[in-house]
């Protein structure tokens, strides 16, 4: 009889639990992460629902959908299935939390639209296209220790009303290189080779380092686009652009 009140017990509280309202938990949130959380935005329960944050030195609210798995909580397993989206990116993965700046992730799918992005940079804001990412296993303590995954992107092939010019298609690893983590995206077609270098930073800034070596002379028209988006191009023609910024910001430096 004594299994059977316990059993009972469990049961009672895992119904009750699956159904706490998400307004709820927000008290038992870390006393940083309150500041962030835009008043009346949690709604929904504690394993399912959504969230609108504004972090630090941003602009825009990041909506966040999230959904938990109660029995990964329940048994401590080391990760819970996720799912987040917002204005022009949604994710799917299994996260991990282990301490202070301590995050493990796996089986991470991410896509983000280039024309919903929520990009305060005039150069970007016309812009459309997808970029994509996946992430076998990654591991973030005071910087990056392990990221295994890929990039790709099509921004370069679908801007031929802005640009006059179509580039090719770009895709490439993505690994931890020192503290930093990097997509080395490449690509080249007939006319061009293209790398693509994105580093992200521990402190959120990110670093892009672009290079266009063409094979045969760059279009006037494209030429010149090149240089109002902030390419410098070498004696030899190659067009380069080097910068970093704040994400979600669009502060360049």
Same mark, same amino acid.
């Given at each position: 009889m004594r299994r059977y009140i316990i059993i009972a017990i469990i049961w009672t509280l895992l119904c009750i639990g699956a159904f706490l309202p998400a307004r709820w938990a927000g008290a038992l949130l870390p006393a940083s992460l309150k500041p962030q959380i835009i008043a009346g935005s949690l709604s929904g329960t504690l394993w399912d629902g959504q969230v609108k944050l504004?972090?630090?030195?941003?602009?825009? @609210? &990041?909506?966040?959908?999230?959904?938990?798995? @109660? &029995?990964?909580?329940l048994f401590r397993a080391p990760y819970s299935h996720m799912q987040l989206s917002g204005s022009g990116f949604s994710s799917k993965g299994k996260l991990g939390i282990f301490g202070q700046n301590h995050i493990q992730a796996k089986d991470i799918s991410a896509e983000f639209n280039m024309a919903l992005l929520p990009i305060s940079d005039p150069r970007l804001t016309e812009l459309s296209g997808q970029s994509f990412i996946t992430l076998d296993r990654l591991k973030i303590k005071n910087g990056c220790r392990v990221a295994e995954g890929r990039a790709r992107t099509n921004i370069l092939s679908v801007n031929l009303?802005?640009?006059?010019?179509?580039g090719p298609l770009l895709s490439g690893p993505i690994s931890c290189d020192g503290d930093i983590i990097l997509a080395a995206m490449r690509g080249q077609d007939d006319n061009h080779d293209i790398s693509f270098d994105l580093r992200l930073f521990p402190d959120g800034v990110y670093g892009i380092d672009i290079q266009i070596t063409p094979k045969t002379a760059l279009p006037a028209d494209f030429a010149i686009a090149l240089g109002l988006l902030g390419f410098e191009q070498t004696e030899d023609g190659v067009a380069i652009l080097k910068e970093k910024g704040q994400i979600f910001q669009g502060e360049r430096r």
């Open positions: 504004l972090p630090p030195k941003t602009r825009w @609210p &990041l909506h966040i959908h999230y959904k938990i798995n @109660p &029995l990964s909580a009303d802005n640009w006059q010019w179509s």
